[in-house]
């Protein structure tokens, strides 16, 4: 095989997969076993801001232990909302993957905990698209290092990364000027509406990235 001289390195959630959907869908759930949605925010901001910790349904439902009057049920509609991660991909996903995959080299980095978010990214059935698929535990700042990582392991090849957290593309592109970082801008997004200062492109969708990538790299 052919080694590929350019790399596109991805982002995750808000990326790849709409996450506030599936968020709302999250909630919702928890909300029709009598969870009130004041309850739901002030645990899950307690397990996000107090704790530090990527989101993790396991500990939610410790938190909760007690309030739900059926916690296995309750459990078993938040496994089915991961099992069906796919309905969450955006439209668009599996077209530009089909377009670049023969001439990029495909990373993916996503940030969460791995109990579950491995099984978010496993059952979206895009992992054969990527030749590396990082998932980080941590705080959001944790995902701009492997991003770095991944840039200083590939200095022979050109590369773009795509990604929707400002600080991550002012980070990486202070540090690597020479790669193409281009913001993406889903609507509806956690950072749609934050800019970033150094990116090369705003997209709102990967059609656009598509030709970005074959006549810049």
Do not use: W
């Not at 059935?125 to 941590?138: A, D, P, V, W």
Request: glycine content about 4%.
């Amino acid at each position: 095989m052919t080694k590929k001289d350019k790399l596109v390195i991805l982002d995750f959630d808000h990326t790849l997969f709409n996450t506030e959907v599936f968020k709302r869908h999250l909630k919702n759930a928890y909300l029709s076993y009598g969870i009130s949605s004041e309850r739901y925010d002030q645990t899950y901001n307690y397990i996000r801001k107090k704790l530090k910790r990527p989101y993790d349904p396991a500990l939610h439902l410790r938190l909760l232990d007690g309030e739900i009057v059926d916690l296995k049920s309750l459990m078993g509609e938040v496994n089915y909302l991961v099992d069906k991660s796919k309905d969450y991909l955006y439209d668009d996903v599996v077209t530009f993957l089909e377009d670049v995959k023969d001439e990029c080299d495909l990373n993916l980095v996503s940030l969460g905990k791995k109990r579950f978010q491995k099984p978010k990214v496993d059952n979206c059935r895009m992992n054969g698209y990527f030749s590396r698929i990082l998932l980080t535990e941590g705080q959001g700042g944790l995902k701009k290092e492997v991003f770095k990582d991944i840039i200083c392991e590939n200095r022979d090849k050109k590369i773009a990364i795509i990604e929707d957290m400002p600080e991550n593309i002012d980070y990486l592109k202070r540090g690597f000027p020479s790669i193409t970082a281009i913001k993406i801008e889903r609507v509806g997004a956690k950072y749609a509406e934050e800019k970033a200062e150094l990116n090369n492109f705003t997209i709102k969708s990967l059609y656009q990235a598509s030709n970005i990538i074959k006549c810049i790299l």
